[in-house]
């Protein structure tokens, strides 16, 4: 069969990808596996064996695979009970003032039934100062968890984040709580990444300058945590980000220096290129075999064979085989963006460079042959880097056509820097004060072209359905995939499917008219959204009460950039506190802000004084408002305030949470009213100001978080609503919401929505009806399935028609590549 790795990964990855958004009960599975079992023996018995049998096979083992993985934790039973553990230090992530996070290889179990021995990893939080070294035995009592998802859409996965690591559990305990138990001979090894780790730290500290150390760590050992945020954000922004974690590149830069090197000290073919593959693999081992590397390194090595064996080399079958192992080895790689990043872009090179080097063949020089490939990298990634990073660089093409020649001659003489500070001191400060030479020139030029303009546009994350109908369009036009050899049926299906996406996504914003309120979960906060498809409003912006957790920088402002919301027509902050407005700053400071709307002012509060601050910086206008003033978000709906009056405001200077700007949302003859964080106090200047004995009201903001100081029978009595909203941080230190508030509203029917723990909600009322939706759910209907995997769906759709294209037709022949092209 020729290229057999196109029938055996492509349904593999569609399997991964299927079970992962559609878990699969066991007996199904099992059924399946058995189904796939007895189908391949019959075809090979009665020899009726075709493709399509081996297509769902390795579906089948894409979801296997899968379902292994996830059942791998033995740890993951214990979530939400006390256990004891014993393990090591593994990897320290970071050592603050009061505060330590580990990844600790737990050897142990114990809790009061029985005990046994395991070997799993598991973060570990420490809220002291307690200084663990790497290698260190430790044994702590405490309460197993489960990391949290994203519980905003398309916000940073941290639960999938980690089980790409093999790590499924966390656990937070107090200094007092955990002890060391001694110290553990580290095996061979752990002791060698130890030593690599620390020597290239120790020799890029003592040989280069602060800033020029920091680039190399990060180059060499591919951990940009050793970069100030402004390099790092630099880099990103050229299009550098592949430098900071070792990738093909790396390898590619090294494995030619070695094979230059090895050859002209005189050693034959066949020796130099064993020689070098072992060198790089050992190298792809001390730093841990990230994706990106072991895909490099598994394609070197069947280049280098194919080459001294004189075998025609396959790059698609390569390719494909290359990624059928590693996600062999993890299938849940297929979700770091690291994985995509990687096979994307090799994947672009080997499909498009050749591409043009045809279409413009009088110019096929080296230096045109590199801007081809970094053409077809930037062709390929946009749309992956717009939905991470949701920004694209013009000045990409121009950074990576001039900076990597600087940086890949800068990889090369760190790797001889390291090799040289073993023997020599002398020739280690020479290639030291060359390699601060050649990395400052780099600085300059970067600093340069960061500071041109039009570096950076702004875009907002785009749908999968997207993302495939653009490779689609990519595909045909540079005729990887040629439309016009297909059944003319099949043609028709997929102009039609893209006409009915297009017509769709331009007509369905025109007939939309409703009022969209989202109840954004910023953790212990406030931050509500209020949108109608022309206008953005914001009551309050949530900010971290404790912690060095940017909710603004982590949470809001991501959130609204890959909505596509750069501009807000308007902010209101309740009050100032920390957890309503400590992420206003961070807004005005990133995105449009037309006006900033509050209740009073507070001369007194920092917060207030910082936001005043920005404002003029940003020029952004301040209003006070008072009550019966009304904002018009459109001719059907407005904002009108309620509260509190300027008389009450003077009886209570200081009261932040009493003097919360109250205000109600008027939309299609319903209402919603919001109540910042007012208690009783307020809660009673309220009603008492009031126009009317009795309001009814359908949606309800419940004041100050369901804390039992707020939500008197009197409130809920007089507005009696129907449904209530409770935004509050998981497992909070104030015990929000009391469980008293809570019976007060299920004693009345009253529906509760609570983001802690359905993350983000969403109010949308239309001129006839309204519709409340959650983003994590513990059950899924048929309709839910549709609606919130919608994207998805089509992803897999598309997928599914993709890989009968390529399956069935294998239209395109890649060429053979050379050693610059991986």
């Known amino acids: 069969m020729r290229r057999p790795f196109i029938t055996i990964t492509i349904p593999m990855v569609i399997g991964i990808v299927f079970f992962y958004y559609f878990k699969i009960h066991i007996h199904f599975l099992l059924i399946l596996i058995l189904a796939s079992i007895l189908l391949f023996l019959f075809s090979i018995i009665f020899g009726f064996f075709k493709r399509e049998y081996l297509i769902f096979i390795f579906f089948i083992i894409g979801i296997f ?129 130890l030593n690599f780790r620390n020597n290239v730290e120790l020799v890029c500290n003592t040989y280069l300058k602060k800033q020029n150390s920091s680039i190399m760590k990060a180059i060499l050992l591919g951990d940009s945590s050793y970069l100030e945020e402004r390099d790092y954000n630099k880099f990103r922004d050229l299009g550098l980000s592949h430098i900071m974690a070792v990738s093909g590149l790396h390898i590619g830069i090294i494995s030619i220096f070695l094979i230059t090197f090895i050859s002209y000290i005189g050693i034959e073919r066949r020796a130099n290129t064993v020689l070098t593959l072992i060198i790089i693999w050992i190298y792809g081992f001390l730093i841990g075999y990230p994706p990106s590397v072991l895909r490099a390194l598994i394609m070197f090595t069947i280049l280098f064979y194919s080459k001294i064996a004189f075998r025609r080399y396959d790059s698609l079958n390569t390719f494909l085989f290359t990624m059928f192992i590693v996600l062999v080895i993890n299938p849940l790689w297929l979700f770091d963006i690291g994985f995509k990043l990687s096979f994307a872009a090799t994947f672009f090179i080997t499909s498009l460079t050749p591409i043009f080097r045809k279409k413009f063949y009088p110019y096929n020089g080296r230096v045109m042959t590199s801007l081809y490939a970094i053409l077809s990298v930037q062709i390929g990634l946009a749309p992956i880097l717009v939905y991470y990073f949701n920004s694209i660089s013009i000045i990409s093409i121009l950074g990576n056509f001039i900076l990597i020649p600087l940086l890949s001659k800068s990889v090369v003489l760190g790797f001889i820097l390291l090799l040289f500070s073993y023997f020599s001191n002398g020739i280690t400060l020479f290639i030291g004060k060359l390699l601060n030479i050649l990395l400052n020139i780099n600085h300059i030029i970067s600093e340069g072209i960061y500071g041109l303009p039009l570096g950076k546009i702004r875009l907002l994350s785009p749908s999968m359905t997207g993302i495939i109908s653009y490779y689609l369009i990519i595909f045909s036009m540079f005729k990887i995939i040629k439309l016009d050899k297909f ?98 700053p961070t807004l005005m400071e990133n995105i449009n802000v037309k006006k900033v709307f509050i209740g009073h002012e507070n001369k007194d509060n920092k917060l207030y004084n910082n936001i005043l601050d920005v404002s003029k910086k940003e020029s952004i206008p301040i209003y006070k408002l008072t009550k019966k003033d009304k904002i018009y978000i459109n001719k059907n709906s407005c904002i009108e305030v309620l509260g509190p009056t300027e008389k009450f405001l003077k009886q209570n200077v200081g009261d932040e949470n009493n003097t919360s700007l109250v205000l109600m949302l008027k939309a299609y003859d ?88 359905s ?57 053979e590549l050379s050693i610059d092209e991986i």
């Open 487 to 584: 059944n003319y049926y099949i043609n028709k299906v997929i102009i039609a499917y893209l006409i009915f996406l297009m017509l769709f996504n331009s007509v369905l914003p025109l007939v939309n008219n409703q009022i969209y309120i989202s109840f954004i979960d910023v953790g212990q906060g406030d931050c509500i959204l209020i949108e109608d498809g022309n206008s953005h409003y914001l009551i309050d912006t949530g900010g971290n009460v404790f912690g060095n957790f940017d909710i603004g920088e982590n949470i809001l402002l991501p959130y609204l950039i890959k909505r596509g919301i750069f501009t807000l027509d308007g902010v209101f902050v309740t009050h100032f506190h920390d957890d309503h407005c400590k992420s206003l």
């Open 65 to 193: 695979i899968t379902y292994t993985r996830f059942e791998s934790s033995v740890l993951i039973k214990f979530v939400d009970k006390n256990i004891e553990l014993k393990g090591t230090i593994e990897e320290i992530i970071y050592n603050d003032e009061d505060m330590d996070k580990y990844i600790v290889n737990v050897e142990k179990i114990k809790n009061y039934k029985y005990s046994f021995f395991n070997n799993e990893k598991m973060i570990l939080k420490i809220i002291g100062k307690k200084g663990f070294e790497i290698g260190d035995e430790v044994s702590v009592f405490g309460i197993l968890k489960e990391p949290k998802k994203n519980t905003n859409p398309k916000l940073f996965n941290y639960k999938l984040y980690l089980q790409t690591k093999g790590i499924y559990t966390t656990m937070t305990v107090k200094e007092h709580e955990i002890e060391k138990s001694g110290e553990k001979v580290l095996p061979w090894h752990m002791k060698m990444k």
């Open 670 to 757: 319903r209402e919603a009213l919001f109540t910042g964080d007012i208690e009783e106090k307020g809660e009673m200047h309220l009603l008492e100001n009031s126009q009317n004995k009795k309001e009814k009201i359908e949606f309800l903001k419940v004041p100050h978080h369901g804390s039992n100081t707020s939500s008197k029978e009197e409130l809920i009595n007089f507005f009696s609503p129907d449904y209530a909203f409770i935004q509050v941080g998981e497992s909070n230190r104030f015990n929000h919401p009391s469980e008293e508030v809570l019976e007060r509203y299920e004693k009345r029917n009253i529906k509760i929505f609570r983001t802690d723990e």
């Open 759 to 815: 993350g983000l909600i969403t109010l949308s009322i239309s001129p006839k009806n309204f519709n409340i939706s959650v983003y994590n759910k513990n059950k899924l209907s048929i309709e839910d399935v549709i609606l919130e995997y919608g994207f998805e769906i089509n992803y897999i759709l598309i997928y599914l028609l993709l890989s009968y294209i390529i399956i069935k037709r294998n239209s395109y022949l890649f060429k």
